[in-house]
């Protein structure tokens, strides 16, 4: 696991300055603390900081073929590099090291640009190849790992694991996107493809770009795609013992580390499932943490016991204050633009806590999506079904109205919100779904943007994002659907940034046996009955889970890695937020309408309504303002 980053000059052979390759390189010295290294030659440069998780003794980078015309850097792990190697040998390859950076540059010199296709694991790499005078950049199936990449005015392509590398640089302008603004507003964070900055991309998931000197940059290409086929002809039982061999397969497979080795234990059924998976791989004891809240109704750590006890694992706890918001301006440092999931908080504090006896610690992260977990998507389908009975003409006539009128219930359980429902039934299923994951949802963020900043944005809204993609997604099934959208919208942007940054802040590798591309792809064909049915999501992997957790892990409500923002926002976060919000940077921005956020912390401090949400995704973009150091006028100067 480490932090890459580096340069390619795209016009000529320019040598690339030393200074400017280290400064970038150094400003990611957390991934990786203990090696770092650079490379330069005439027109490119790679920068690497290693974290030493396989291979401790000769896996440094950059590695090299024999003649040091292909150069890489990898940020990641290949699972299969074992197999894949003795698979080369077969092809006349000869290999110096045991690391799986090496087998990608054999691999690259086997396949080229089709080598992604026989790479089974989390990846963020660039190769450079002399002899073909070109650059390559992949990024792993699901978007675990992160890879951004710039082209400056002057000619260079700069790229590394963390945009604060390419900052580093000096010489990108630091000019906000309104759309990024916008999708974060709606989201919670900026979604692939795009940068808060204009000129910064991401590489999204399951994508690869070839990059050759002298042509144009040109756009990435889509390498691997997960296909809702539904069409696995299997019964209930076999279809669960077939799961139950492929966790455990996906959990082996991670296991290979020559650092401690443990897991996350929050007591949900995802990491529970992962930890029993180990337990049964592994005589000796897994290391296994949990945080907890002094706030029971956000404490789950009396069912991480339960499994904890059942597996007899190392079991460490930590319980943290319910008011640990003191994190916000360090949030705002690590994922170096405007990021509004509160969970982030806890997940910094279960990484810290893990890196204090491990290296390495598996994680369930991805489960929700492939199984069909979330309670969103109980009330999507239920909302799908009312949908059905109406067309859409009427929907909009009759249910948008019932919408605009009924008062706003946010403290009123799910199913009582009727104004959100009557939202939902007026529009077609992919708006509905956008509104659902909507952290500031329209009116209101059309309300909370300027006059002058919504012109800006020319008409664009950030529903397009998920249209773009549900236009690529090839399902008429209402939950497949959903949970495409998910794979490629909220995984990557939310779930996996948030983990590789509080993990990477921490120097802790994070594995994901649950997003293993070919577990998804196997659990895309099965029906979405298996998945979710009636009330109950996790059908079929609850049923396979049986034998292995306690009952009251599997089927206990979810609950969430939740921190009590509306408290928080009415009290000792209150006039901090008061004076970020209406004298800080981001009021100085000129972006935003002044009165709707007087209204916003009025009503909240009052106790009148629930504005957690829009409060701290505004309390947020305003730290992020103040990290990037960007000042009133070049604030302005970039909307």
Not at 198 to 223: C, D, I, N, T
Not at 311 to 322: A, F, G, I, L
Not at 406 to 421: C, E, G, I, L, S
Not at 443 to 457: I, T, V, Y
Request: aromatic share 10%; net charge neutral; glycine share 8%.
């Amino acid at each position: 696991m480490c932090g890459i980053t580096g340069l390619f000059d795209i016009r000529g052979q320019r040598l690339p300055e030393r200074e400017r390759l280290h400064r970038m390189n150094e400003s990611q010295h957390h991934r990786g603390p203990d090696e770092g290294d650079l490379h330069i030659e005439p027109g490119v440069g790679f920068g690497h900081r290693r974290l030493s998780v396989i291979d401790i003794a000769t896996g440094q980078q950059p590695i090299f073929n024999d003649d040091r015309s292909v150069a890489l850097v990898f940020n990641g792990e290949v699972y299969n590099y074992l197999e894949l190697m003795d698979e080369l040998r077969g092809h006349g390859y000869v290999f110096r090291t045991k690391s799986d950076s090496e087998a990608i540059v054999r691999a690259w010199e086997h396949w080229g640009e089709d080598c992604v296709h026989h790479l089974r694991g989390m990846f963020a790499f660039m190769i450079h190849d002399r002899r073909r005078d070109c650059l390559f950049m992949a990024r792993d199936r699901l978007g675990v790992k992160p890879l951004h990449y710039a082209l400056t005015e002057d000619g260079w392509l700069l790229f590394g694991s963390e945009l604060k590398s390419l900052m580093a640089h000096g010489g990108l302008r630091q000019q906000i996107d309104p759309r990024a603004v916008e999708a974060y507003f709606a989201l919670g964070y900026v979604p692939d493809p795009w940068t808060i900055y204009r000129h910064a991309q991401k590489l999204a998931s399951g994508h690869r770009l070839l990059v050759k000197r002298g042509q144009p940059l040109g756009e990435p290409q889509r390498y691997w795609d997960v296909k809702f086929t539904l069409d696995a002809r299997i019964g209930e039982e076999a279809a669960a013992e077939e799961l139950r061999r492929r966790l455990s397969e996906s959990v082996k497979l991670r296991l290979k580390a020559e650092v401690p080795l443990g897991a996350f234990l929050s007591g949900g059924v995802d990491s529970s499932a992962v930890v029993a998976a180990m337990a049964q791989l592994d005589e000796q004891p897994v290391n296994t943490c949990s945080i907890g809240f002094d706030d029971p109704k956000f404490n789950e750590t009396e069912f991480a016991q339960q499994v904890a006890d059942r597996y007899r694992t190392n079991h460490r706890v930590e319980v943290v204050n319910s008011d640990d918001f003191g994190l916000v301006d360090l949030l705002a440092h690590l994922y170096d633009e405007p990021y509004a999931d509160s969970s982030a908080i806890p997940t910094y504090r279960v990484c810290e806590l893990a890196r204090k006896h491990v290296t390495v610690a598996l994680s369930g992260d991805g489960g929700d999506e492939s199984f069909g977990g979330y309670r969103r998507y109980k009330m999507h389908m239920m909302e799908e079904r009312m949908r059905g009975a109406f067309p859409l003409a009427l929907r909009r006539g009759v249910f948008g109205p019932l919408a605009r009128l009924y008062p706003k219930a946010d403290w009123a359980p799910r199913v009582f919100r009727a104004k959100t429902t009557f939202q939902a039934i007026a529009r077609n299923s992919v708006d509905a779904y956008f509104n659902t994951m909507g952290l500031v949802r329209d009116p209101l963020r059309q309300q909370l943007f300027s006059n002058g900043f919504k012109r800006e944005l020319q008409g664009w809204h950030a529903s397009e994002v998920f249209h773009h993609h549900a236009r690529r997604a090839e399902t008429d099934d209402p939950l497949a659907l959903i949970q495409y959208l998910d794979i490629h919208t909220y995984l990557p942007g939310d779930i996996n940034t948030k983990v590789d940054r509080a993990s990477m802040a921490h120097s802790l590798e994070v594995r994901e046996p649950l997003m293993d591309h070919q577990l998804v792809e196997w659990l895309a064909t099965l029906p979405s009955s298996l998945k979710l049915r009636g009330q109950e999501g996790k059908y079929l992997f609850k049923k396979a889970l049986e034998p292995m957790l306690p009952h009251d892990v599997l089927y206990r409500p979810k609950m969430g890695f939740a921190v009590p923002l509306a408290r928080w926002l009415r009290g000792p976060l209150r006039e901090q937020t008061r004076q970020a919000l209406q004298q800080g940077a981001l009021a100085q921005t000129g972006w935003f309408n002044a009165a709707t956020i007087a209204r916003l912390l009025d009503q909240h401090e009052r106790g009148a309504m629930d504005h957690a949400q829009p409060l701290w995704t505004l309390l947020m973009f305003d730290a992020f303002l103040r990290n990037a150091g960007l000042s009133t006028a070049s604030a302005r100067a970039a909307a």
